[in-house]
T-cell receptor, first 111, second 117 residues
Framework: EDQVTQSPEALRLQEGESSSLNCSYT??????LFWYRQDPGKGPEFLFT???AGEEKEKERLKATLTKKESFLHITAPKPEDSATYLC????????????FGKGITLSVRP | GAVVSQHPSRVICKSGTSVKIECRSL??????MFWYRQFPKKSLMLMAT?????????EQGVEKDKFLINHASLTLSTLTVTSAHPEDSSFYIC?????????????FGPGTRLTVT
């Protein structure tokens, strides 16, 4: 059974204080690891897909990296508008391509 | 691109009635759509997976006769909550996947807040 663990559960940063969010996973055969951002009362917004260990992707202040056991979402010089819940999910090879989600990390960035 | 819409965004219904939620992929053809449920401060729980033109596959513990899913076209899936009860109150979110050309991303709708009184 695929499993995803995200840590920490919540993170409070000062504006400009860089940090990393961790996503540890176990999966039978990884097809992809996904990062989403979710604002309160909204659906998740797609950020990145990573397919193989060593892969990195960047978007504005966010950078996602992947190893064989975990993924990191690095946030460089965050702004208050980066405050949200960040969800990590894995997808294994097989029918229907369903995602297994972690519980999410709630990030608060203080001005 | 990759926009998914849901309707309605909020619905309040009385106990015992049925409610239909629509999920549409606006700018791509979704061969597979997924329905999730999310409780406050909790992660997404997959309820079922539907492929266009075939019966939905439900996750363990999800009652298929209570949560009816129809995926009649490549751009529309519906979830009907039948004989709703207060415990069905939740945030329901759909996602859609194109599954073409090696693209396995799921794009999510904005969600539907269901309140059963």
């Amino acid at each position: 059974e695929d499993q995803v663990t995200q840590s920490p559960e919540a993170l409070r940063l000062q504006e400009g204080e860089s940090s990393s969010l961790n996503c540890s996973y176990t999966v039978s055969g990884l097809r992809g690891l996904f990062w989403y951002r979710q604002d309160p009362g909204k659906g998740p917004e797609f950020l990145f897909t990573l397919y193989s260990a060593g892969e990195e992707k960047e978007k504005e202040r966010l950078k996602a990296t992947l190893t064989k056991k975990e993924s990191f979402l690095h946030i460089t010089a965050p702004k208050p508008e980066d405050s949200a819940t960040y969800l990590c999910a894995v997808q294994s090879h097989g029918a229907n391509s369903k995602l297994t989600f972690g519980k999410g990390i709630t990030l608060s960035v203080r001005p | 691109g990759a926009v998914v819409s849901q309707h309605p965004s909020r619905v309040i219904c009385k106990s015992g009635t049925s409610v239909k939620i629509e999920c549409r992929s606006l700018d791509f053809q979704a061969t597979t759509m997924f329905w999730y449920r999310q409780f406050p401060k909790k992660s997404l729980m997959l309820m079922a997976t539907s492929n266009e033109g075939s019966k939905a596959t439900y996750e363990q513990g999800v009652e298929k006769d209570k949560f009816l899913i129809n995926h009649a076209s490549l751009t529309l899936s519906t979830l009907t909550v039948t004989s709703a009860h207060p415990e069905d109150s939740s945030f329901y979110i759909c996602s859609a996947s194109e599954l073409a050309g090696g693209n396995y991303e799921q794009y999510f709708g904005p969600g539907t807040r269901l309140t059963v009184t």
